[in-house]
T-cell receptor, first 112, second 115 residues
Framework: GNSVTQMEGPVTLSEEAFLTINCTYT??????LFWYVQYPGEGLQLLLK?????DKGSNKGFEATYRKETTSFHLEKGSVQVSDSAVYFC???????????FGTGTRLKVLA | DAGVTQSPTHLIKTRGQQVTLRCSPK?????VSWYQQALGQGPQFIFQ???????QRGNFPDRFSGHQFPNYSSELNVNALLLGDSALYLC??????????????FGPGTRLTVT
């Protein structure tokens, strides 16, 4: 079946450190891939997306590249800020369906 | 431009009771999806409504039902509540017209506690 696997958290970094959150997926066909962020007490916000292989999604300094050969969509940021502290969810959506499949989330804590 | 709104914010119910949660989609959106997010987990797809009909359903029992109104707002109903139904319920809206597959906008959620 279709699934998303994220690295276990929490991830604790110092401000200005480099961030990588790993995400791999299992899906038939060519799914679209997403990263969502959830700040404390809030709903999910779309951070970035990629709809086909080799696409790079980017937003607010975050980037992720759709790698079909490794079925991965790792999230990266060159220099994190305290305000980036949140839970990050990787998700996929298969073509022709309407539901998102989410990973379990990775909590990021950035220390000043 | 109002985003996705949900009501109520918090709700406490007793096992066996019934509950109704409400969602108003983002302006211009006509499709509403519902998700259940248990503590420490990712959201799980319950179902999606489009043109006032359930278009797709996840692996949830029939105790979970919904409705979409002509103004595109939606309700999620859960009957015979179980302790395991305690979760954050998220509503997400999207547009069937805008190109760019699958972008959904999420509301802040309703926190349901079953005692």
């Amino acid at each position: 079946g279709n699934s998303v696997t994220q690295m276990e958290g929490p991830v604790t970094l110092s401000e200005e450190a480099f961030l990588t959150i790993n995400c791999t997926y299992t899906a038939t066909g060519y799914p679209s891939l997403f990263w969502y962020v959830q700040y404390p007490g809030e709903g999910l916000q779309l951070l970035l997306k990629a709809t086909k292989a080799d696409d790079k999604g980017s937003n607010k300094g975050f980037e992720a590249t759709y790698r079909k050969e490794t079925t991965s969509f790792h999230l990266e940021k060159g220099s994190v800020q305290v305000s980036d502290s949140a839970v990050y969810f990787c998700a996929l959506a298969r073509q022709g369906t309407y539901k998102y499949i989410f990973g379990t989330g990775t909590r990021l804590k950035v220390l000043a | 431009d109002a985003g996705v709104t949900q009501s109520p914010t918090h709700l406490i119910k007793t096992r066996g009771q019934q509950v109704t949660l409400r969602c108003s989609p983002k302006s211009g959106h006509d499709t509403v999806s519902w998700y259940q997010q248990a503590l420490g987990q990712g959201p799980q797809f319950i179902f999606q409504y489009y043109e006032e009909e359930e278009r797709q359903r996840g692996n949830f029992p029939d105790r979970f039902s919904g409705h979409q109104f002509p103004n595109y707002s939606s309700e999620l109903n859960v009957n015979a509540l179980l302790l395991g139904d305690s979760a954050l319920y998220l509503c997400a809206s999207s547009s069937s017209v805008i190109q760019g597959w699958g972008e959904q906008y999420f509301g802040p959620g309703t926190r349901l506690t079953v005692t």
